[in-house]
């Protein structure tokens, strides 16, 4: 049985999975390209980079996706200091879709109904995708507890997923621990209309952060996933390193240079700068952020392959049900 067919605004993708967009430098024109071209929906995270880089990677991305493949999106998000110059440059980019979390802004549906783009929410509650679908969200990305990097909530995704498809009568969209087919199947089976996935990808040929990260996941055993508090005032689950047990303490570390990226930030440490560490290859002294079932990744993949391996899963899964 072949996935059925997802649609938000124009796009409607050979597959139903959205790739998650993760900052910092971590999905950006590479891999959002890359799983375009397999017949999905990229995303680039405008987190942590210049607009003017942001710009480029839309760009770059645009041209490297093949005609009639999928599409690409930015994701933007609300609780940092530059988020409306981001998303009209992103509007004025021409990108396919903003998906936007951290936040909800009344301006930003408004914008991109003005520019005719889809604006999609991460939410974590069916309260809030009823506000979103209200002020104009086209699809609500439900994010669960299993989910890499900040959370916004402490239930289970398959706990909250059905309370959401029920509020609203937009495309709801299943993300946190989403690893395989199977996992794809259950989401749909519950009435999602697609998945997002993060952490799968980051293990790909394609992902654009460095080697020595994607190792940190293929080597990362279950015992070694920790969630901390950061100054964004949320928890974030990432895997252990020097890094993550500096900060479990009441401490502040020092700053070297602000960066005044946060519309609020406790100031305990940077948590740009320790992504922007772990990015640049320093795994061990910054945040690497992951999903709960990261230990399940064995080996880094081509986009494509990822792709192809949960299409068949999904269809022995579908077959099994049957």
């Not at 799983?35 to 999905?40: E, M, R």
């Not at 980079?49 to 999106?73: F, L, P, Q």
């Amino acid at each position: 049985m072949n996935f059925p067919q997802l649609k938000i605004g124009h796009m409607i993708p050979k597959v139903p999975i959205l790739q998650g967009g993760m900052g910092v430098g971590i999905s950006l024109s590479k891999l959002a390209s890359a799983v375009a071209n397999a017949g999905g929906i990229g995303i680039i995270s405008g987190t942590g980079i210049s607009v003017d880089d942001m710009r480029s990677h839309i760009r770059r991305a645009k041209e490297r996706v093949k005609k009639n493949a999928g599409y690409i999106g930015v994701n933007v998000l609300f609780a940092m200091n530059d988020f409306a110059e981001k998303m009209k440059a992103a509007l004025e980019e021409k990108v396919d879709f903003i998906i936007s979390g951290a936040g909800i802004s009344r301006d930003m549906y408004a914008w991109g109904k003005q520019a005719g783009i889809p604006v999609i929410s991460i939410v974590s509650s069916a309260k809030l995708a009823r506000i979103s679908e209200r002020l104009g969200a086209a699809a609500v990305v439900v994010e669960g507890f299993e989910a890499g990097g900040h959370l916004g909530t402490d239930r289970p995704m398959f706990d909250i997923l059905p309370e959401v498809v029920e509020a609203v009568s937009i495309p709801v969209i299943a993300a946190g621990g989403i690893m395989t087919g199977a996992d794809i199947a259950k989401a749909l089976a519950m009435g999602a209309a697609g998945v997002q996935m993060g952490t799968r990808f980051v293990a790909s040929v394609e992902c654009d952060a460095p080697l020595a990260f994607k190792q940190k996941y293929v080597n990362a055993d279950i015992d070694d996933l920790v969630l901390v508090k950061t100054t964004v005032g949320l928890q974030g689950r990432a895997i252990k390193n020097n890094f993550t047990n500096l900060i479990t303490g009441p401490e502040k570390l020092k700053i070297a240079k602000c960066h005044d990226c946060l519309k609020n930030c406790s100031y305990r440490f940077c948590t740009l700068d320790s992504l922007l560490t772990s990015v640049n290859g320093d795994v061990e002294n910054g945040l690497v952020f992951a999903g709960a079932r990261v230990a399940e990744i064995k080996e880094i993949l081509p986009v494509q392959t990822i792709i192809d391996n949960l299409s068949n899963e999904y269809r022995d899964s579908s077959l099994s049900i049957l």
